[in-house]
């Protein structure tokens, strides 16, 4: 049997994310941007809770609880995403255009893209997977340095897609 999972790979199998209480459902991921809380490891962690102004997002009591997504108060507002320290929350809009969706990430390197930009878009393993185009590039001083990256990708790799290729310096 082969080993897959985050404690094995440190990238979550689908096994994983379909048993995951902060994975949207598919209807929902059409319908407007929401977040997508892929965290599936029961650490003592909360903070996207904390920053949810909507109370969308419950780790409860025990905090070593996976977080909840009550997907529909979620606005898709992504202050979840910065707040993450593992950088384990996007925000998916898979009703942003006919043949596309747009895809919130936490990006940490220099230089960050501009808008505009054609990038290498990358799955969980890093591995690039397809083009995308940066949408937005957001530092707001409350994001405590990590910066949120917004980038259109065609749907088809909607579900792959996570980040972006580090650019050159």
């Given at each position: 049997?082969?080993?897959?999972?985050?404690?094995?790979?440190?990238?979550?199998?689908?096994?994983?994310?379909?048993?995951?209480?902060?994975?949207?459902?598919?209807?929902?991921?059409?319908?407007?941007?929401?977040?997508?809380?892929?965290?599936?490891?029961?650490i003592p962690c909360n903070p996207c809770e904390a920053a949810c102004r909507f109370g969308a997002i419950t780790v409860g009591e025990e905090i070593t609880g996976?977080?909840?997504?009550?997907?529909?108060?979620?606005?898709?507002?992504?202050?979840?995403?910065?707040?993450?320290?593992?950088?384990?929350?996007?925000?998916?809009?898979?009703?942003?255009?006919?043949?596309?969706?747009?895809?919130?990430?936490?990006?940490?390197?220099?230089?960050?893209?501009?808008?505009?930009?054609?990038?290498?878009?990358?799955?969980?393993?890093?591995?690039?997977?397809?083009?995308?185009?940066?949408?937005?590039?957001?530092?707001?001083?409350?994001?405590?340095?990590?910066?949120?990256?917004?980038?259109?990708?065609?749907t088809e790799f909607a579900d792959e897609v996570r980040s972006m290729k580090r650019l050159p310096r």
């Amino acid at each position: 049997m082969e080993n897959k999972g985050i404690v094995y790979t440190g990238v979550p199998s689908p096994e994983e994310l379909a048993a995951a209480p902060g994975v949207p459902s598919e209807e929902r991921m059409r319908k407007g941007r929401v977040a997508c809380i892929e965290c599936v490891q029961g650490i003592p962690c909360n903070p996207c809770e904390a920053a949810c102004r909507f109370g969308a997002i419950t780790v409860g009591e025990e905090i070593t609880g996976l977080p909840r997504l009550d997907e529909e108060k979620c606005t898709g507002c992504g202050v979840c995403v910065a707040a993450c320290p593992g950088l384990a929350i996007t925000v998916i809009n898979k009703g942003y255009g006919p043949s596309e969706t747009s895809i919130d990430f936490p990006f940490e390197y220099l230089p960050l893209p501009a808008v505009g930009d054609q990038v290498e878009a990358v799955n969980r393993f890093g591995q690039v997977v397809c083009a995308g185009r940066i949408l937005a590039v957001r530092k707001p001083e409350a994001y405590a340095g990590t910066a949120v990256v917004s980038m259109a990708v065609p749907t088809e790799f909607a579900d792959e897609v996570r980040s972006m290729k580090r650019l050159p310096r």
